[in-house]
């Protein structure tokens, strides 16, 4: 099977393009520095499709170059046995630059690094646990995560092999490296490529974004033992730095509602399709547009808990196909909560709270 790298970028375009003409001197600068550099990871992925065994093998392959380039100490896990391996860009533009922390080290006086490590740790144990999924591609994929991308870069991404972490610029936003939100957000698109490989476009892509929201979530309550009634709801709060804390970046509970300031704009998510975003930004609106489906699992979660929910999501995930539009969605969802009901695996009542999410959100 062929699937097709997309770089997912963390912060939507919108936002670094606010902060390029509304921020300091300073933050101008840097954010078009961001735009710049997520333009030049797109161009680079762009129509390269990739084969699931050469993942792993130019995974190997890099792993063996760094230890035989003298990574102190550090043995890269084997291909395929779900091992993290956290590389330091040391602030330039390179990924995989030095092998710093792999599977089974010990801890590094790098608090990013040992974070980034945890965190890929816990959405690895979430996936078993809860899905019974191996790692990412589902057989034993390694976690590859780069930190100190750049300087004062003001993003992450996942790029169809790997997650790339920015150190933010201290005032708006703090390390990506350092959100357990970020990881399980981005690492969720490594899993949507490898079972459904939505595009990254319209409403495909707005659903690509919204699994990610929906896993991103999951992992995060999962982590702290929170019932979907304690969550916040929240994607993206964890970054904010002092300048803007307080806000983020979208809301399940409320889409359109995360921010509202002279920097960052107005929160543009819709959260009913009488509201749906019908332009050409945003990838045709997948960071924005992704609020209605969010809107539709939040109202599910909190009806029958957030793991069950999510159980019935990812069975529906790996039955969407690239060009899944809304509608195809909501038939897929309603379709795998019948069958997760009849298994047992959902409770009864579990397919009309998932229809009623969808209409209540006009789908």
């Known amino acids: 099977m062929v699937f097709h790298k997309c770089v997912c970028s963390y912060v939507p375009p919108y936002v670094i393009g606010s902060l390029a003409r509304r921020g300091s001197v300073t933050e101008r600068g840097q954010a078009r520095i961001t735009a710049q550099q997520g333009k030049l990871s797109r161009e680079v992925r762009r129509d390269k499709p990739v084969k699931m065994h050469e993942i792993l093998a130019s995974a190997g392959a890099a792993s063996a170059g760094a230890a035989r380039a003298g990574a102190a100490s550090v043995t890269a896990a084997a291909a395929g ?10 602030h330039t533009w390179d990924q995989r630059k030095t092998l710093v922390r792999a599977e089974g080290a010990a801890a590094t006086p790098d608090p990013d690094v040992n974070l980034v490590y945890d965190s890929a740790g816990v959405v690895r144990k979430f996936y078993k646990e809860q899905l019974d999924r191996n790692s990412i591609d589902n057989l034993g994929m390694n976690l590859v995560l780069n930190v100190h991308f750049g300087t004062n870069y003001m993003n992450a991404f996942w790029d169809g092999d ?64 929170q019932e979907a009634g304690d969550a916040d709801w929240l994607i993206g709060n964890e970054i904010m730095g002092p300048t803007l804390f307080g806000e983020s970046l979208r809301s399940m509970m409320a889409p359109g509602t995360a921010y509202d300031n002279t920097l960052m704009g107005k929160d543009p998510q819709p ?40 159980a019935v999501w990812y069975h529906a995930l790996q039955n969407l196909w690239a060009t899944a539009n809304f509608a195809d969605a909501v038939d897929v969802i309603v379709a795998s909560a019948r069958v997760l009901t009849q298994s047992g695996k959902a409770p009864l009542g579990t397919t009309q709270s998932v229809r009623s999410a969808f209409r209540d959100v006009g789908l």
């Open 162 to 225: 790997e997650m790339t972490f920015g150190d933010g610029d201290g005032a708006i936003f703090t390390s990506f490296a350092r959100s357990l939100d970020v990881i399980a957000h981005e690492l969720a698109h490594g899993v949507t490529q490898f079972t459904a490989n939505l595009d990254y476009n319209s409403q495909s892509g707005a659903l690509n974004e919204h699994f990610s929201d929906v896993f991103g979530t999951a992992v995060t309550q999962f982590a702290e033992n």
């Open 271 to 310: 959260a009913h399709m009488s509201n749906y975003y019908a332009g050409p930004a945003d990838n045709q609106g997948v960071h924005i547009n992704s609020g209605i489906p969010n809107r539709a699992f939040y109202l599910v979660a909190t009806d029958i808990g957030t793991p069950r929910a999510a």
């Open 81 to 90: 046995s779900a091992g993290r391996e956290v590389w330091d860009s040391a």
